[in-house]
């Protein structure tokens, strides 16, 4: 696998990549001695009750980040901890999220940032095993995490007494079965059990009835590997970063039409400007930025006219996007719109489980609606069966997000690009200078 780039170094505001791109940083001394690695486990073990570490994550205001943005503290407490029988955690690891590739790269610089938060998450909600569900191209990766995991037992962390404390940790690693579904949350658990990754009907949630029928936290990688951080220096702390509801720092992995492709850590409020035009450099000589996903490839785009707005939460939903995985992909003015979502149809089309009926059928009609137009047989027709197919496909008609991101893909772009629609449908030609027939 290629090096990813990145930021890292000693900003003020850098949280998670703070000691990215010291030597030898994936190794467990030289994340303790370096980085502090290992000091908040012990806190959380040896100082703290398991309630005190739920609500300093509570008063952080941390959101996940593997798509959704729901709050960490609040998802950590759903977990009764006091219930009878085996608790799990289980962490989100597939990445497979068109355009997105931060947690891969936490994975290859400090895979033991991941261990410690997995091991203070465990112990807050009252877990004693963990599961790492990791997408399974992932090989570098995995080999990573798998060492970090062994040194952590070779040293007491992962085992029968953690630090002294009568409490089993054990953190094991499940390859992921290939699938873009096998990322969303109930279809990653069905696949953990050995089952086919479809997902299951809420509720009930993984936290009362998750792997095995079991009460179950699912968290992202990135979103654990913040915990450390707040409980070293408090959730008050973290709360102070980014903005009041959107605190705190995330990974953006800016990808497309960039000079500097890679993994930015960006201190949540920052504009989409200053993610695409400086840290990634802006779109090559002589090209303009067209439209961007600002959060993997399942966000609604936003055009370039929208580059000021913000990164927080708030920001994107009041544009009508959002977050999602922190994927930013960048299309420059030489690309088709209209071909670009087509393309991504194609996608949410061949890796649709088919358990739902509007995400079977949906997304194979708007590839077949995209292909008439793109042939150059389009009209109004087409157009407003898209329009129509994108609806049916959003808004909790279908068993998960997997419909929805088909179906904001055709909105978004027909939003912000409807004369690109229009040139190709109802004028049957491409303003951007294609062929149309070889679509
Ligand atoms: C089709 C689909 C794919 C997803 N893929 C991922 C993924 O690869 N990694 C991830 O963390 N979350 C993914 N999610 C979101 C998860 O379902 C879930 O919300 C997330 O892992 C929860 O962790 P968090 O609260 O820490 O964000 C996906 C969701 C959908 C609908």
Redesign the pocket.
């Known amino acids: 696998m290629a090096e990813l780039r990145g930021s890292h170094g000693d900003q003020p505001n850098h949280i998670l990549t703070r000691w990215f791109g010291t030597p030898d940083l994936h190794k467990l001394e030289v994340y303790s001695s370096k980085a502090g690695g290992y000091t908040a486990l012990r806190k959380a073990l040896v100082d703290m009750a398991p309630a005190d570490i739920t609500n300093e994550v509570k008063t952080s205001g941390l959101r996940?980040?593997?798509?959704?943005g729901?709050a960490?503290g609040v998802?950590w407490g759903f977990i009764n901890r006091d219930a009878p029988g085996p608790k799990y955690v289980v962490i989100?690891a597939?990445?497979?999220?068109p355009g997105t590739s931060k947690d891969r790269y936490i994975l290859e610089n400090s895979p033991h940032l991941l261990v410690e938060g997995i091991l203070i998450a465990a112990y807050a909600v009252g877990a004693n095993q963990a599961w790492v569900y990791i997408r399974g191209e992932y090989d570098e990766p995995y080999r990573m995490l798998h060492e970090a995991i062994e040194e952590a037992r070779a040293k007491g962390y992962v085992g029968p007494k953690p630090l002294g404390k009568d409490y089993p940790l054990d953190i094991r690693l499940y390859r992921g079965h290939g699938a873009?579904?096998c990322?969303?949350?109930t279809a990653l658990l069905e696949s953990l059990e050995g089952k086919r990754a479809q997902p299951r009907s809420r509720p009930p949630f993984p936290a009362v009835k998750g792997a095995w029928g079991r009460p179950t936290l699912?968290?992202?990688?990135e979103?654990l590997c913040t915990v450390p951080w707040i409980v070293n220096n408090g959730g008050a702390a973290y709360a102070k970063l980014g903005t009041e509801k959107s605190p705190g720092t995330r990974l953006m992995s800016v990808s497309g039409n960039v000079r500097n492709p890679g993994v930015y850590e960006v201190e949540l409020g920052q504009t989409f400007r200053h993610v695409i035009m400086e840290l990634a450099g802006g779109p090559p000589e002589g090209r303009r930025v067209k439209v961007f996903w600002p959060g993997g490839s399942s966000a609604p785009v936003l055009p370039e006219s929208m580059l000021d707005t913000h990164t927080d939460m708030e920001a994107l939903a009041a544009a009508r996007s959002m977050g999602g995985?922190g994927g930013v992909i960048v299309m420059d003015d030489s690309h088709c719109v209209v071909r670009a979502a087509h393309r991504l149809l194609k996608f949410y089309a061949h890796e649709s489980c088919g358990k739902c009926t509007p995400c079977r059928i949906g997304q194979d009609w708007a590839v077949r609606t995209y292909e008439r137009i793109l042939a150059g047989e389009g009209s109004q027709v087409e157009l407003d069966i898209l329009q129509r197919v994108s609806d049916g496909l959003q808004n909790g008609r279908c068993l998960?997000?997997?419909g929805d991101?088909g179906g904001w893909v055709i909105d978004s772009t027909l939003r912000h690009f409807r004369e690109e629609y229009e040139d190709h449908a109802l004028r049957h030609e491409c303003n951007v200078g294609k062929v149309m027939a070889s679509a």
């Open positions: 996940g980040r593997g798509g959704a729901f960490t998802k989100n597939d990445e497979s999220e873009y579904i990322g969303e949350e699912l968290n992202n990688v979103t995985s998960c997000g997997l991101s």
